[in-house]
């Protein structure tokens, strides 16, 4: 079902692109264009039938992370209430499950290897590394206090991992079931910290954003710069770009929004984009 949503975009992002949305246990897939907004697939985790009862009821139920990966043809989504799974673009059908409890990140490694960010749980506060052909088994685990994001870099060979007061980076050393992540550098966060969100900028930087704001992340001087249109703003959950786009959610109730912003990089142009039936959380393009 097609749901389109009255809104224009300016003539500089008038592309037709995709973008990911998640919250519940939905994960939604928009066409932004000039024409406005197109729901164009949908994948519900109580309706996954190749999933054990407890993903389908309880682990998924809170979705907070949707990254396309493998050029758009899999989807990786991460749960507070306790799941991750790799889902198929094509079919719908799950590829890769974990129980990860409190998990909030998670992105693809080479050689088929899967790095998830668990926030503040039982056994969670870690960052856990996994095989994508190998569901529910733990390679290695790492210490990460209120993990909340995971990005490898291809160019750099390092994964970027935040938590509530560090931006951490990480090289995978060895291979096969010798594979292992070693911690190479540690960034403190600025402001009050309490790490939100952590996503590429597309020029060799990252969006961070914490509890007080959003900011520019350089790894090569280590250096945090304010990042103005979004500052000051509390409790910006996800930033994604996609050339000079970008889109934002801020929590609007609790820890969710019933919608998202689409702007250019320099805050001008911004558009509203109302979602029903879905407690947002994240946003990323394809």
């Not at 928009?30 to 024409?35: F, Y």
């Not at 198929?88 to 590829?95: L, Q, W």
């Not at 503040?120 to 994001?149: C, K, N």
């Not at 403190?188 to 969006?207: A, E, F, I, V």
Request: glycine share 10%.
């Amino acid at each position: 079902m097609l749901i389109m949503m009255a809104f224009l975009l300016s003539a500089a992002g008038s592309a037709n692109q995709l973008a990911y949305a998640c919250g519940g246990d939905q994960v939604r897939e928009l066409r932004i264009g000039a024409g406005g907004a197109a729901e164009t697939w949908r994948w519900t985790a109580s309706d996954a039938t190749d999933l054990p009862a407890d993903y389908r009821e309880q682990m998924l139920a809170h979705i907070d992370e949707c990254k396309p990966l493998d050029d758009g043809r899999a989807i990786l989504v991460t749960a507070s209430t306790g799941g991750a799974v790799l889902i198929d673009r094509a079919t719908g059908r799950v590829t890769f499950r974990a129980r990860v409890p409190m998990a909030h990140s998670a992105d693809l490694l080479p050689g088929g290897r899967i790095a998830i960010a668990l926030s503040i749980a039982t056994d969670g506060d870690r960052l856990e590394l996994y095989d994508r052909r190998r569901s529910e088994q733990v390679i290695q685990t790492l210490p990460l206090p209120s993990g909340h994001g995971a990005v490898w870099d291809a160019r750099r060979q390092r994964l970027f991992a935040l938590s509530h007061d560090l931006v951490q980076a990480f090289r995978l050393t060895g291979r096969g079931d010798a594979a292992r992540l070693r911690e190479t550098a540690r960034w403190t966060l600025p402001g009050r910290r309490d790490g939100h969100d952590l996503s590429p900028g597309g020029d060799g930087r990252y969006y961070v954003t914490t509890d007080d704001g959003a900011w520019r992340f350089d790894p090569d001087d280590g250096s945090f710069t304010l990042y103005a249109p979004l500052n000051p703003a509390l409790r910006v959950k996800s930033v994604s770009a996609a050339g000079d786009r970008i889109a934002w959610v801020q929590a609007e109730q609790s820890w969710w929004a019933g919608g998202f912003t689409v702007m250019a990089a320099d805050g001008r142009d911004r558009r509203r984009v109302p979602l029903d039936g879905i407690h947002l959380y994240k946003v990323r393009w394809r």
